[in-house]
């Protein structure tokens, strides 16, 4: 990754750097999501979590990696960080409320007046 964002940043080699903005872009979306979902499928959180770590080192801090982040804790019954990171989602629009209330991974918090605050629709 420090090696493509070098080469990205190279304004001499305008061809590398336009291909190794290309190769991290693909990078990204793989670490960021495709392999992330593919170790939750299989009910691996840990390895979830490590490949959105590499997602972050690409684009650090992108609200993007949140809703995957809360994915990734709710399979480790991790109720604190995964309402940080819906939290996040949320306010990012990266999810829905209809899509936290509908989600089985969150029913394990169903109990917690925290998660019942951030599902319940807004007060008038």
Known sequence: ILKLRQWTEDTTDSVRAEWAEQMTAGL????????????????DPSR???MLGIADEIRPHAPA?????AR???LRHDSERTLAEL???L??????????RADPRYQFMRA??????LIQPPKR
């Open 87 to 89: 939290r996040c989602a």
């Open 112 to 117: 917690l007046d925290a998660f019942l605050d």
């Open 72 to 74: 990734a804790y709710a």
């Open 48 to 50: 979830a979590l490590a």
């Open 91 to 100: 306010a990012a629009h990266t999810i829905t409320l209809t899509e936290v």
């Open 28 to 43: 990204y979306v793989e670490v960021s999501f495709y392999e992330p979902e593919a170790y939750l499928a299989v009910g």
């Open 65 to 69: 990696l949140c809703r995957e982040r």
